[in-house]
C-alpha cells in the first residue's frame, strides 16, 4: 500500500509505502496527483518516506514506477527522500543523471528537515504555515 497526501497549499505530496509497492499504487499515484499538476503546472516538492526499502511486488509494478517516474518527473522541482535504507544515497547520486528534479536524501527521523528544504525553493506567496496546510488524504 502507498499512502499518498497532497499539501495543496504549498504543492507537497508525501508518499509513504507500507510494504511491497504494487502497479495499483502508481495508478492511485497518479490519479490524485495529476489533477493537481494539470491545474498548477508542476509540484513544488515530492517526499518518499520510508524507514527501509520496501520494493515491488512485480516486475510490472517496477516498470510502472519508472513510467511513474518519466511521467512526472519534469513537473516536480525537488525530491526528498526520508528513508535510513542505503538505497536513499545511491538513488541521491545517481538520480541527477536521470531526472530533472533536484534529489536529497534525509534520515527517516529528519521529515521536518526534508519537508523545509523543499519549501526553501517555493515562492514567498506560495508558502503556509503547518496549519494552514490543506492536506488531502487516501
Known sequence: MLTVQLITKVGIVI????????????????EKIDPFIEEKG??????????????????????????FVRNHQQKIARVAL????PIGKLAEVIAGHFISAEVKDFEYEEMEQARAWILEQVPREEKASP???????E
Open 15 to 30: 508518499l509513504e509505502p507500507d510494504g511491497a509497492l504494487t502497479v495499483d499504487d502508481f495508478e492511485a499515484a497518479a
Open 42 to 67: 508542476r509540484l513544488n516538492g515530492l517526499i518518499i518516506r520510508s524507514e527501509s526499502f520496501p520494493g515491488w511486488d512485480s516486475f510490472a509494478a517496477l516498470t510502472r514506477h519508472l513510467r
Open 82 to 85: 526520508v528513508t535510513d535504507s
Open 131 to 137: 496549519e494552514e496546510n490543506d492536506p488531502q488524504e
